[in-house]
């Protein structure tokens, strides 16, 4: 059957670095991979073309696609526009607008890259962890939310800010489900990460969580707080397979774990719907300061793609393909400027895009 793939360059270095990784999907041909791709405007892009960072034409792509595929979003000529109408707008829209409310994140470390991490080597070599993160609810949506005028501290009347945390049963459940299902295809470890210990919202997520593991008896289940899980994911990093966590925990939890591996153009992204469809994306931005000089790293929106492969459109053998022609490029000591260290060879990011699918087909 013919897979729908919606591409979303955006802006800045997302044409240049999706390009690529159309290269490598078009690659795949040569395996049998049936697909077609139809492109659309989003962000800064969306913008000039139909004056929406999400025109209504790349949702209803979005929403008919089997996957999507994005680059990324944003540009400092954006940034006076008013906040309805700039590029990071429309990517939360249509995180929304598509259900996406789990958010894959692996922290992958590759031997080859060990010394660009910020940590010891022996610390980080071989990291493979994935934080499953809630991405549709908590403290970022809950209601009620505001800044109101109320008495302060000595009885005065002053500003309050308040925000809400907040899930359901279900919302914890739902997600809890993906991430159990994630750690079976793994190393078979979970790690829950609230803040029991305070919050009643994570009462309640720890309690749905251990319910929902019954279902998983393969899976080894754990707990741990959030300001534990910050400080081990920096002592020892590798003691974790797959984190699930909510959208504030997960968020800041996701970058740290990101930048053990030391590389922003190398993180891929995923996030899911209830039937596993999904939006796949760098974990990086638009780079405007590098934009249109070909040396962006394509190498997180191809990963991008194995993800896609492997979430969405359960073409494991596909996904593990790419896996390996990038791990094989990375051996053969092909690097794009962000990821260089001396003795290796420094190429651009069409380059790169080439030696995968060399190693690809070779
Ligand atoms: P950024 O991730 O775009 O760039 C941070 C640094 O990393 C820059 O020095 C950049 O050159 C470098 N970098 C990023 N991706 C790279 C790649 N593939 N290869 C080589 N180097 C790379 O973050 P920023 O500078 O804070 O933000 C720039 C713009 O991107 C802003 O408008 C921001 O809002 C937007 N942004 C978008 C997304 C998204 O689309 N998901 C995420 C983060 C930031």
Not at 47 to 57: I, K, M, N, S, T
Not at 235 to 247: E, H, L, S
Not at 295 to 320: C, H
């Amino acid at each position: 059957m013919t897979k729908r793939i919606a591409v979303l360059p955006g802006d800045g270095i997302g044409p240049e670095i999706v390009a690529e990784a159309v290269k490598v999907l078009e690659a795949l041909r040569d395996f049998g991979f049936n697909f077609e791709t139809e492109q659309a405007a989003i962000g800064g892009a969306g913008y000039d073309a139909a004056g929406d960072p999400l025109p209504e034409a790349s949702l209803k792509l979005a929403k008919h696609a089997d996957a999507v595929l994005l680059g990324a979003v944003g540009g400092p000529h954006y940034d006076k526009l008013p906040r309805d109408l700039r590029p990071e707008r429309g990517l939360l829209r249509i995180r929304k607008e598509l259900n996406l409310f789990a958010n894959l994140r692996p922290a992958l470390l590759y031997p080859e890259l060990a010394a660009a991490s910020s940590l010891k080597p022996e610390v980080v070599a071989g990291l493979d962890i994935m934080i499953v993160r809630e991405l549709t609810g908590d403290i970022y949506f809950g209601q009620p939310r505001g800044i109101e005028t109320r008495p302060g501290l000595n009885g005065q009347r002053e500003r309050v800010g308040f925000n809400t945390m907040l899930y359901s049963e279900s919302e914890v459940r739902r997600v809890a489900h993906v991430a159990f299902g994630i750690a079976m295809k793994r190393r078979g470890q979970l790690c829950s990460v609230e803040k029991a210990n305070v919050l009643e919202c994570s009462e309640l997520w720890k309690e749905i969580v251990i319910e929902v593991s019954k279902e998983y008896p393969d899976v080894a289940l754990s707990h741990m707080y959030v300001d534990n899980a910050a400080m081990q994911l920096v002592r020892a990093p590798k003691q974790f397979d797959v984190i699930v966590t909510g959208n504030i925990f997960g968020d800041i939890l996701s970058d740290e774990a990101s930048m053990l591996t030391g590389s922003i153009g190398m993180l891929p992204s995923a996030s899911l719907d209830e039937s596993n469809k999904g939006m796949y994306e760098p974990i990086h931005g638009s780079a405007p300061d590098i934009a249109g000089q070909g040396i962006a790293n394509p190498l997180a929106t191809i990963l991008s793609v194995v993800m896609m492969m492997r979430y969405t459109l359960n073409e494991t053998v596909l996904a593990d393909r790419i896996d390996t022609a990038v791990q094989k490029v990375l051996a053969q000591g092909y690097r794009t400027g962000d990821i260089y260290t001396e003795g290796t060879n420094r190429v651009g990011t069409a380059a790169m895009g080439d030696a995968v699918v060399a190693a690809l087909r070779g």
